[in-house]
């Protein structure tokens, strides 16, 4: 068995996600120095009062947090990119495993009774065969011993992909888009909405503007990137 790896490896060695070098035994998606070139957010009140700031005026969130800068062809991308198209759901609990990290050492989502995914579709779903955020939500689920509630919240048309429409467009076309099939299973609770990317707040402000129909819920935001870039 062993001997048939260790082909393997010769003819079809791991890549570096970012920069395609060839890994080391002990190095996973990220070569030793791209993943210190990660893009993670130095978490501060400054950097929350930001982000909160998309939100301003829109809808009321308890507390947010983000886990990596996204840019163009970096780092963040290149995994949330295979996270997302190429099924590779070990960059899911290597992304989960650090938000789990960093949330627990920040003592944030002390209170949060179930984490929620943003849905795709149901044709999305269809062809792709998974949601990416799910494989996070798991992860978090399992480190965090909070219920992972996948379903309860559905996305309910199909639009053009949000990142190819304008920053005003996004935000017309955003909403009402959600809907809850069973209201009951939120009703009072503390719930974490889960995504990848914060470009706009558009489709989690649109979730979350589903979600306040619910009674005394509240609403904390986890994704695994920002980016400035609407």
Known sequence: MKLIKDLLS????DLCINCYSRLLEKENHLCTICLNDL?????????KK???????????IEDIYSFMYFTKNGITQKLIHGLKYKNQENIGEFIGRRICYEITKLQIFKNIDAIVP???????????????????GNILSVHLNIPFMSGVLER?????????????????????????????YLENKHILLLDDVITTGGTLISCSEEL?????????ICTIAYTEKG
């Open 10 to 13: 010769i003819f079809f060695p």
């Open 39 to 47: 893009p993670v957010i130095v978490f501060n009140d400054v950097i």
């Open 50 to 60: 930001m982000l909160k700031s998309i939100f301003y005026g829109k809808i009321p």
């Open 118 to 136: 943003v849905p795709l579709h149901k044709s999305k779903l269809k062809k792709r065969g998974y949601n990416q955020v799910d494989y996070l």
């Open 156 to 184: 309910e048309s199909k639009s053009k992909t949000q990142t190819r429409k304008q920053r005003f467009e996004r935000f017309s076309n955003s909403g009402r888009k959600f809907f809850i099939p069973n209201i009951e």
């Open 212 to 220: 306040l129909k619910v009674k005394n819920i509240k609403i904390s």
